[in-house]
C-alpha cells in the first residue's frame, strides 16, 4: 500500500504540475519583429514565439507569406511595433489567418512618446514610409523598452490571470538591471554628444535622440525611398563642408549609397554599417549586446 500510496502521489504531482505550466506553455505570441521577441522572453519566458521578421530585413515590407499567415493563425497574443511600420503587410496577415485573438494587436508605440511626428503627411508609391504618427524605429532607445516592457506586462497579465504576479517580478528585475545599463551606457557615450551623422532613413532616430547626437543628412531623398545619384550629389557639398562623424545605415539596407558618399568623402568620414535589431531567438542578453553594440562602434569611430 505504501507503494502504492507514493506512486499516486507521484502521479497527482506530475499531473498537477503539467496543470499548472500547461496555459503559459502553450500561449504563443507572433512578434512582428525580433526586438519585441526578445521582451516577451524577458516578460513570459515560456512564450512560445513566432517571428515574422529578421535584422537581415526591411520591416516596412515583408512579403505576406503563407508560413506567416498560419503562425499567426495559431497565435494568442500579436506584439508589433505600430505607428504604421507594419502597415504594408500586417492587415493583409490579419484578414487571411482571420484569427480574433490577434485582432487586438500590442502596438510598442502606442506607449511611447514617439519622435519627428509629421501630421497630415501622405505615404506614396514614390515616397512610401513617411512615417506621419512619428518615427516607429523606437527599439533604439532603451529608455522605450521600459515602456514597452510595462504596458506589455499589463497585456501579458490579463491574457495569463495566473501569471500575473510572475510576469510583473520578471519586469520589476529587468526594470531595476536595465536602468543601471542605461546609466552606465550615457556616461560611457558622453563622447558621442554633439556629434552629427549621416544616416539612411530614420531607422536609428531614437538612437541619435537618446545619446544627443544628430542626423544631418538622409540618404533618402524622401521617406522610404532608395537613395538617387542626384540626391546624393546634392548631399556631397554639404557634407565636405561640414564633415560628419560617419555615414550610418542599417544592415538591411544596400550599402552601395553609402560607399559612394564615403568614397567621395575621403577616409575621415567611414561607412558604418549597424544591426537594425536583435537576433528572432533573442532574449534580455542579446537587447543588451545589440544596443551595447551600436555604441561600441560609434564610439569606435569617435576616438579615431
Ligand atoms: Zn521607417
Redesign the pocket.
Known sequence: MPRLAACLMACLGACLGAGFAAPAAAFTVFACEPEWAALTRVLLPSARLHVATHAGQDP?HIEARPALIAQLRSAHLAVCTGAA?ESGWLPTLQERAGNARTRDVFFAADHVRLIDPQPGAIGTPWAG?V?AEGN??LHADPRNLLEVARALSERLGQELPAERAAIEQRRSAFEGRWRTQIAEWERRAAPLRGQAVAAQ???FGYLWHWLGMKQVADLEPKP?MAPTPGHLQRLLQGLRAAPPLAVVIAGYQDPRPGRWLTGQLGAAVPLVVLPATVADDAAEKELLQWLDGLQRELLQVARR
Open positions: 516596412h511600420l514610409d512615417h516607429p524605429h532613413h530614420t531607422t522610404g
